[in-house]
Structures are given as structure tokens and as C-alpha cells.
């Protein structure tokens, strides 16, 4: 049950526009909704969106102090 109702939560949170500096190639939104207490580093200073998605990386600026360039969220499959 507990599964089911995360997976409800993140479809809910990845429809919602959210108007951020997001920049995410080749990763699903899902993948980039980490929270950013949860930011695990992926990058260094001065880091492109550029460079940072070609570490298969996500990527967003919209939060200062806290990593931009940072791991996705390993994509889940949700089976009701």
C-alpha cells in the first residue's frame, strides 16, 4: 500500500507546472522531483546544465544553497 500511494503522489506532484529552472535530458521528471534536502552533489562549482545532464545528472537552479547539479531518483515501476 505504501508504494502505491508514493507512486500517486509523484503523478500528482509531476502534473502540477512548476514554473522552475529545470533542466533534465534524457531523465524523466520523476527522476528530477528530489527534494532539495535530499540533493546528493552530482556536479562542482560553476557546473553547466549542460555538463551536469551529461553525468546523467539532473539539473536546477531555482534553490540556492543547495546542490543544482544532483543524482536523479532511480525510476521506479508502479504496479497497482
Known amino acids: 500500500m505504501e508504494a502505491r500511494a508514493l507512486c500517486l503522489l509523484v503523478l500528482v506532484l509531476a502534473s502540477v507546472p512548476s514554473g522552475r529552472a529545470e533542466e533534465y535530458l534524457g531523465l524523466s ?8 534536502k ?20 539532473c539539473f536546477d537552479s ?3 544553497q543547495v546542490p543544482w547539479c ?11
Do not use: W
Open 38 to 57: 535530499d540533493r546528493v552533489d552530482c556536479g562542482y562549482p560553476e557546473v553547466t546544465p549542460e555538463q551536469c545532464n551529461s553525468r546523467g545528472c
Open 62 to 64: 531555482s534553490i540556492p
Open 29 to 36: 521528471a520523476n527522476q528530477c522531483a528530489v527534494p532539495a
Open 70 to 80: 544532483f543524482k536523479p531518483l532511480q525510476e521506479t515501476e508502479c504496479t497497482f
